[in-house]
């Protein structure tokens, strides 16, 4: 019984390596990628140089190649949440931060995407939360997308949360402010009305100065 | 949270920039970097050996001693640098365990001297890594084997009080305990030997009577052959009823397998006692005398190595078994082709397919008596494929039983691999624990009302006080998680809480009556929020005039367990009951027994309870218009 097992794996073995050749293309096309220099980087961003250097450091501690994919992206955001399900909210953070639209990130683009949050002007934090949420990039924001960003905070909460999640709490939760955004009413909201609705709210804006000085 | 990624929470932080448009509630206050230094690198000698690493890559594990204050105990002032009088060597793992977040047990180590080091530095060893976790088990387990071993052996010197029954059991199972237990065992040996010889010899032939016929020893020398036999039946009798009378388990003793070899090596003598000469049953009788023979089985107590070549066909049962049942495929079908092929020619010997059972399996077995030998073309081939694949069949399971007698054999000296099971599964306990020890910190320092203390407009002194328990990291991603429970309106809490507040919102649904009044404090809800400490979260309660009602109803409360309330508590004491529970804050209430207390006026449609504290004073707004999550207040009293 023993030999016919053995000759049967003996046979599915050799059709592994043609797999494993285009593994190993794939591999090498794979290179590592560098970043530009040091000053190029601090003059397009608004970081200074030691930022960048903690910053580099720890990009590069966990991608190594330089570049981060949307898999490791994931993973790494999800350390932060581990009561819930981080991953479709990553995925649209990924895709805010990959402003190439090539599957990765690289340090720039990261940096980039950093130096707009942080240090950025709150005109420019207000557009990149747009383009966050404007999930197709088609310049307008359906109360679709924005349920589907909502959905995805919701789903970082996890199962556990007081008060229970009852109903469609996200779906209610967007009803609310998707009236309070959409000024004219036509069932998208566009960058300005955006921008003005948030302007409004004073809350929100005292919010978006906390994150000043995270570096 | 993994040390790897603690560089990435500042970009956490910014993405929850992310979350403000749509925030139900306003952000708590970011708690800020006191003392912000820069990242400075700190040297560390060990033994002489100068290890050098950023003081942020060490404080991702606080709970270690590099990771906590306790290393500056080990500070030199004048070379400013942190000695450690220890192994360099193994320092090596440690740091690279603050550096890449794995802890790796390196082969050459030796296992006590590395868990020596583990143990100093504050290191759990189950968080070695998957790569490296199997080995240092292993190495663990063996150790403790050894020891445990030298620890039986000191022990063997006789303990006092023993009773005399127990010290018999001693001497029959380690023989090298005292010299009567080793005469005893020669002695049996000796007489085991003496009777298979008996039984071999009675049957050779001894020299011709008269009447020219050779008669076996046996039956010519009739008594002396008999005194032989009864002496050594004696001596088993004794040994057997000895040992029965020793064991500390009659009835395991008995069932075991050399207690059932003694029985059937011993009956058969007493039957034939028994049995007179009756001739009927004297065939039955020299059947038995078969039966003698297992007493050869009897040095299997000598002899280690034939216990384990017994253990070992039990345990190759299933290899066994195949060989047996591709064995019978091939002869079954052999016979057959074999019995078609020969009935042509005259005088075969293969007179039916049984008949050629013989001839296959001589022929499979390569024994080749020659007894019976194919004569037509036809047999002769099949003859030759016969022997052929006889040879196949019967090569391939040798080398599977012989591999499992050496495994056997080395397990033999290696305890049970199946407790290595059970600790494995203690060791995943153990990691889901502190995995989940990142979210359960977080559950744990909102008790600790870390969270209060970080409002919108802050209070400085709290801040200060309470920053000291735990890290910077740890704060700031605990701030992060506080954001997401703001924008959602939601709280985290554990499972067990999340239970018991679910059954308890089953149990009231209370219809709502009353008309419910808009809130127009506007979308962030600023109205008495911030002017007294003392305000009463009314969660997810809609309607502001509810909640001076809630103010009232539950100050009342509040005074049968105000006392010890210290204004931060978490808003909570739900939380309280976190499994990693310290004090209560309400000392008062054990938290087992709720009262529910009615609303009239319960804000809307859906009501939903929820399990309150103690009033915690809130400074966070009553919360906005949260459709769909209302509230029907129950306090514990």
Known sequence: MGAVVGTLTMQTRQRQPSRDKIDDELEMTMVCHRPEGLEQLEAQTNFTKQELQVLYRGFKNECPSGVVNEETFKHIYAQFFPHGDASTYAHYLFNAFDTGNNGSIKFEDFVMGLSTLLRGTVRDKLEWTFHLYDINKDGFINKEEMTEIVRAIYDMMGKYTYPALKGDVPKQHVDTFFEKMDKNKDGVVTLEEFVLACQEDENMMKSMQLFENVM | ?637
Not at chain 2, 61 to 74: C, Q, R, V
Not at chain 2, 549 to 557: C, D, M, V
Not at chain 2, 600 to 623: E, F, H, K, L, V
């Open chain 2, 1 to 637: 949270m993994a040390a790897g990624v603690a560089a990435w929470l500042p970009f956490a932080r910014a993405a929850a920039i992310g979350w403000m448009p749509v925030a139900n509630l306003p952000m708590p206050v970011a708690p800020t970097n006191k003392n912000k230094r820069q990242d400075e690198l700190i040297i560390l000698n060990v033994s002489g050996r100068r290890f050098q690493t950023w003081r942020n890559t060490l404080d991702r594990y606080p709970d270690t001693l590099l990771g906590s204050s306790e290393k500056e105990f080990f500070f030199n002032e004048e070379t400013r640098e942190y000695f450690f009088d220890r192994d360099p060597d193994s320092f090596r793992s440690i740091l690279n365990f603050y550096r890449t977040g794995k802890l790796h047990y390196p082969r050459y180590e030796c296992i006590t001297a590395y868990d020596e080091e583990l143990a100093f530095f504050g290191i759990i060893p189950e968080i070695i890594s998957d790569c490296c976790y199997e080995e240092y088990k292993d190495r663990k387990r063996e150790n403790t084997e050894r020891l445990m071993d030298d620890l039986e052996d000191n022990k063997d010197s006789k303990l006092p009080n023993m009773t005399f029954r127990e010290t018999m059991w001693r001497a029959f199972e380690n023989p090298h305990t005292s010299t009567m237990a080793l005469v005893f065992y020669y002695v049996t040996g000796f007489f085991i030997a003496i009777s298979v010889i008996t039984n071999v010899v009675e049957t050779v032939p001894c020299g011709s009577t008269p009447n020219q016929r050779d008669i076996p020893c046996g039956e010519r020398y009739t008594e002396a052959f008999f005194c032989m036999d009864t002496a050594c039946v004696m001596i088993f009798t004794v040994e057997y009823l000895m040992r029965l009378f020793a064991a500390p388990s009659r009835y395991r003793f008995m069932r075991s397998v050399m207690s059932i070899i003694d029985v059937v090596a011993i009956l058969p003598y007493y039957i034939g006692l028994v049995m007179t000469n009756n001739e009927d049953v004297s065939g039955a009788f020299v059947t038995l005398r078969v039966f003698r023979v297992f007493r050869i089985f009897k040095f299997s107590r000598h002899s280690q190595g034939l216990r384990i070549l017994g253990y070992t066909l039990k345990s190759c049962a299933s290899e066994l078994g195949f060989l047996l049942f591709s064995l019978t495929m091939a002869i079954i079908i052999f016979a057959t082709v074999m019995f078609y092929a020969e009935k042509g020619s005259s005088s075969s010997k293969f007179t039916s397919i049984p008949a050629s059972f013989w001839y296959t399996i001589v022929t499979m077995t390569t024994l080749g008596y020659g007894d019976m030998v194919p004569k037509t073309i036809a047999g002769k081939i099949f003859g030759s494929i016969c022997s052929l694949s006889g040879v196949l069949v019967i090569a391939l399971p040798v080398p599977v039983i012989v591999s499992n007698f050496s495994r056997i054999y080395h397990q033999n000296q290696r305890a049970d691999k199946r407790r290595a099971q059970k600790v494995q599964k203690a060791r995943l306990a153990r990691m889901r624990i502190s995995k989940g020890g990142s979210s359960s910190a977080f559950l744990h320092s909102k008790r600790n009302g870390l969270n209060q203390s970080l409002e919108l407009t802050g209070s400085l002194e709290e801040d200060q006080q309470l920053k000291k328990t735990t890290s910077l990291l740890e704060s700031q991603h605990h701030h992060l998680l506080h954001c997401l429970e703001k924008t959602t309106n939601h709280e985290f809490v554990d499972e067990r809480l999340y239970e018991q507040g679910y059954l308890q919102t089953a149990l009231q649904n209370f219809p709502s009556q009353s008309p419910s009044l808009s809130s127009e404090e506007g979308i962030t809800g600023t109205c008495c929020s911030r002017r007294t400490k003392k305000n009463i979260q009314a969660l997810n309660a809609t309607h502001t005039h509810s909640h001076t009602h809630n103010l009232q109803e539950l100050s009342a409360l509040h005074i049968h367990c105000g006392e010890q309330q210290p204004l931060n508590t978490s808003r909570s004491s739900l939380n309280l009951m976190s499994d990693e529970s310290g004090s209560l804050n309400c000392k008062s209430s054990g938290l087992v027994t709720t009262a529910i207390i009615s609303i009239p006026t319960p804000p809307s449609n859906n009501s939903r309870g929820s399990p309150d504290a103690p009033p915690p004073p809130n400074p966070d707004a009553p919360p906005l218009p949260n459709p769909g999550s209302d509230v029907v207040k129950i306090s514990a009293l």
